[in-house]
């Protein structure tokens, strides 16, 4: 079989393998699944890697934690290649400045995550992950009415935009005979990608949240004529302005892909709920509260074999679901992606003894209070100091002024001693900057967070 072939037949196993035979509706069963594959993984893959080499574990729970920084710091203990930062990282930095992301080290595909908060990683995914990477993708995120033109080659194949900072060889393996794949590269503006959106018009529409707000601007104002039949938000926090815009625009319900560097980490079903992808990577909860309402997810990617992502501690703050979702799937139901760990701001209690945290929805809500008239706004924490940036659709002067006392409101609820307020004007980022509205910059100096 040719390479082109083969990787073909790659990508339609592992979608037929996600789409119909994972799919669990009794948790025990996910769990048994689960403890299978980790078994496989522990003993088989993990001593590939230098930095497990000699261990001998049984169970997940015998490994320390990891994160980017570790990752980082010991690049190559963590692959099973034996592949250095030295050797990957000039691809890396040539695809960033080139904007041809094509090149590889063999069957390698090196990645950068956009390291919003400095530090940048650096990912590692070989040819034939990929291929099982976009198999999973179109199995988790494809509706039932696209699938006739996945399968069947009478029907026009499928046609994808695509809106990121960076393109890799990982989305275009999405590219096949039945997939037209459009990349759309956000770093040079929405406007010079009009022309070729139009003529693609694409049934499915991928862009982080900001980007598809954009998009439903220009198509009300008559400058895009596409018509999605699914419009997926990707890498930012979907906020309910952002839904209502595209519903506006297109009439369709955006769903949610949760992808990172570090893995595909949740999708949202047919019944419009985030479900983690936990058919195909383990996902311990670190709980953040005593209700365990919020956790940061710790994950051990157990279908990787060429870097090790294991008991990953990612820097996500995920609020679980009140209910399961009526679509009967055993994975768990996830109520927003609320945004990075350090999106959560701290003030001191009344009596000053410890920092207690103001969860992003909590203040996301309170701001949407104000409807219309805010357009956009940052709140950054430094010590007990906010400043808040804002555009107001009419008087800035009564804005913030409306702001300040819902603010206070907010902190006399939860019993905290409000923050020095700050205001200033919002400007817009460039458009393949991350969106961020809140962000601690610094804490409170000398009490303890207390969750
Ligand atoms: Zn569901």
Redesign the pocket.
Known sequence: MSNDRLGVAQSALSFINSRYRLRFTRRDQLEAWQARQLKYFLQRVLPRAQRFKNLSVTRLSELPLMDKNLLMEDFCGFNTRGLTLEQVLPIAHHAETSRDFTPMLGDITVGLSSGTSGNQGVFLVSSQERRRWAGILLARTLPGHLLPRLFFPWQAPIRIAFFLRANSRLYTTLASRRVDFAFHDLTLGLDASLAHLNAQSPDVLVAPATVLRGLAGLAQAERLSIRPSHVLSVAEVLETTDIEAVHAAFNVQPRQIYQASEGFLGY??????L?LNESHLHIEPDWLDHERTRFQPIITDFSRHTQLIVRYRLNDVLRVADTS?????A?R?IAAIEGRADDILWLPDLAGRQLLALYPDVLRRTLLMHGATLREYEIHQQGLCWQINLQAAADHHSLCLALRDSIHALCALRSLQPPVLNFGHWHARPLHAKRRRLQLLELPEGLPCTY
Do not use: D, F, Q, V
Request: glycine share 14%; net charge neutral; proline share 0%.
């Open positions: 949202t079903c047919e019944k419009g709920t479900h979702c009526t679509c009967g799937r994975e139901a």
